[in-house]
């Protein structure tokens, strides 16, 4: 059983990236690329705080807690803050240009949009 | 054969062999709870040596502070870089007629729920920044509700109470403070002959509201540029959707 769970959220973080992957190269919206490059990333979230947790210990806060009680990783969890964060700011960046990408081309299907090339020989 | 169905062709060949690959790394990985955690084992005695009972926030803005104002300015610089892009072309314009935009017709109930929890939202993103090193919480978690809770007053009301509520100008300095404030704080150590961002402060007590020394200002400097970031991006995106017209092949 140890076997099994024990590398269960690994798994579910290599589905959850596969499946994102998927989407992205599937898709016909780069509205819809943003977020399957959102779920992508989340998957790195579960992978960060699955290798910082420990049996029979809690978060690594001492607000209730007495010091000494036993306590997850905590390194993992401020990174995976800083990924949240990262992740939010590239998540705008990239809907900002998908807006200038319907002014510009009146399409935001990733098959249908030209390169700067074809746009200037017409 | 087509194009598409080649692009399909090489992702099914490509994911398939990734997941092969993941699935056989699986068996090599330690099992959940089986990892030993080195890291863990000197940043909480660190934390605790510091008087930071949240030792997610001394990690990040005292043991590995230098990252984390890396990471302020990755946010700055998206931020800025929305905003560049989202900013009006010459062949647009405003539509400046009807400033009624926004959802009006929203029901009396969400209406009154949406002023009544904008008080208490701002006071529960300030209570989160300001007890960043006390309990779960902190600049950046703290900002993000600031920022969302403002947008409250859209909801509930109109663009136009929005408008009023939030001045861009005002977000638009707050953002470059925020962000100017963490590096400031940082020249600060050296002043008193420590390393740039060393938490030089007094600690004082576990548990205590002024506690942790640095951490403490950090994550008000972080809740300051992350809240006017994202009120900035918001409402960039608002006033694309709901104010500029014309322009462009659109």
Not at chain 1, 100 to 109: H, M, N, P, T, V
């Amino acid at each position: 059983m140890h076997e099994v769970l024990g590398v269960l959220p690994y798994a579910v973080a290599a589905w959850i990236l596969l499946v994102g992957c998927y989407g992205i190269a599937t898709s016909r919206s780069f509205i819809h690329v943003v977020v399957c490059l959102s779920l992508v990333q989340s998957s790195t979230y579960l992978m960060l705080l699955m290798v910082g947790w420990s049996h029979h210990a809690t978060a690594p806060v001492f607000a209730d807690v007495k010091p000494g009680v036993p306590v997850v990783d905590p390194v993992v969890q401020a990174l995976t803050l800083t990924d949240i964060v990262v992740g939010g700011a590239v998540t705008a960046l990239l809907l900002a240009l998908t807006i200038q990408l319907a002014k510009r081309q009146g399409s935001i299907d990733p098959d249908r949009i030209r390169s700067l090339e074809e746009e200037l020989e017409e | 054969m087509t194009r598409a169905r080649a692009s399909r062709l090489l992702l099914a060949v490509g994911g398939s062999g990734a997941a092969i690959l993941m699935l056989l790394a699986l068996g090599g990985l330690p099992r959940l709870g089986d990892v030993p955690h080195p890291y863990a084992e000197r940043a909480v005695p660190a934390a605790l040596s510091r008087h930071t009972a949240n030792v997610i926030s001394s990690v990040n803005f005292d043991q590995r502070a230098f990252d984390t104002m890396g990471e302020e300015f990755v946010l700055f610089a998206a931020a800025v870089a929305a905003v560049l892009l989202l900013r009006r072309f010459h062949d647009e314009e405003e539509d400046a007629h009807d400033l009624q935009y926004g959802p009006r017709d929203v029901w009396s109930a969400a209406n009154l729920a949406g002023f009544a929890l904008l008080a208490p939202t701002m006071m529960v993103g300030l209570y989160v920044v300001a007890h960043g090193a006390v309990s779960p919480g902190g600049g950046f978690q703290g900002g993000a509700v600031l920022a969302t809770g403002l947008h409250l007053a859209y909801l509930a009301g109109d663009y136009v109470v929005l408008q009023r509520l939030r001045p861009v100008a005002v977000f638009d300095a707050a953002e470059a403070v925020g962000a100017a404030g963490f590096v400031l704080l940082g020249i600060s150590a050296l002043f008193v002959g420590d390393p740039f961002l060393t938490n030089w402060l007094p600690t004082g007590t576990l548990g205590a509201l002024a506690s942790a020394g640095m951490v403490e200002l950090f994550n008000v400097a972080v809740g300051m540029e992350v809240a006017s970031a994202l009120v900035l991006l918001l409402a960039k995106f608002l006033e694309q959707a709901l104010v500029v017209r014309g322009g462009g092949d659109a």
